[in-house]
């Protein structure tokens, strides 16, 4: 039987190409996906087209509201900033959200028997956030081995962040090596109409990201 | 200004005895519970009672859908076993459930500056489950000293397992010493019109319990 991988899949960039590595490292994949009360509601459709695209054997889409919560310009009333300008934690950060998608990944990998996790966390583009660190990562893999049945059966589930220390460029090669279609992931904070806003941070590095790789920017921009 | 805990209330005798624990220790307490598709939503009526009884700062219920993976005999349409006899990990083990209920928990400690997460779990009772073991408890309290920014600047959230290692006997004595109303909440895996069935895993050890606290049993059972 093949491996089994839970893939978190969030309709980006960097999610579809980890979910085509957790494919070509030979894994039947399991798409996840959560609607969390983020404003860029439009990145789950684009999940569905990524995940249809490349053949996952399912995929759930799971509903949580971080919003009961607050705490995140992503989820709450605060304005998402446009201005490229931003030290510490930045804003865009959600309490916990890595930890919490985890633990999701980490029950249905459990139900499933699937051996890994694949996120595609960047340490690079996003070294403000505590959960997109590699210590981190390391540290949730050593508790989910405590927290399962196949843990303590001695098949401990392996969480792979195979993008974890790649600048965007090489995120972008690699995935089109692997033939994602890109202009069918939303990677915007804050789209307009469906489509990227070509303003906020995560527009800016996936556009400085295509521009280092020298490859055609194929995202849809409002006018 | 006092600290802040937010405690796990799942409606039976060991979470309101952890809560009455909180508050003892000086804390104000936000509550939170979880609708997960178990079978014994009753639980989640009785969470109310609790927390209206012991005066929380806060009530949270989060609504989330672990049918969505199946895998335990208290979200899906397994039976739940009633002959007391089992060797190993029980049916009625949810998946990750302790593991997702905490990282919920630590979002919202985040957002509330909380110092503490309270979670009556119990290593005695429920030693088949490998996410009620202090190492389990041990290692979470690591990752999310990595995983938020409370942790990152020097504040980690501690995780408070008051009743990890007591017989259930000892609990009974030390809620009802904090003035807990045990007639309020509910500890029944599979409810009978909102009465407990006397006859689950769950019902059993609470009925040794007060029996071995040499306390009457307040429970409403079901005919």
Known sequence: MRPRAVVLLSGGLDSATALALA??????????????GQRHA??????????????????VIVDIDLRTFGGSALTSD?????DGASTGIPITYVPARNTIFLSFALAWAEVLEAQR??????????????????????AFETMAG????????GNPV???????????AKIIHLGA???VDFSITSSCYDPVDGLACGQCDSCRIRQDGFKAAGTPDVTRYAA
Chains 1, 2 share one sequence.
Request: glycine share 8%; hydrophobic share 40%.
């Open 23 to 36: 494919k070509f490292g030979g894994c039947d994949t399991y798409a996840m996906t959560f609607r969390y």
């Open 42 to 59: 439009v990145e789950v459709e684009a999940a569905r087209r990524v995940a249809a695209a490349q053949g996952v054997k399912d995929h």
């Open 78 to 82: 605060v304005l998402v900033p446009k």
């Open 117 to 138: 996790i694949y996120i595609g966390v960047n340490a690079v583009d996003y070294s403000g956030y505590p959960d997109c660190r590699p210590e981190f990562v390391t």
């Open 146 to 153: 405590l927290a399962t049945k196949a843990g303590v059966e």
């Open 158 to 168: 392996r969480i792979v962040t195979p993008l974890i220390n790649l600048p965007k």
């Open 177 to 179: 090596e692997l033939g």
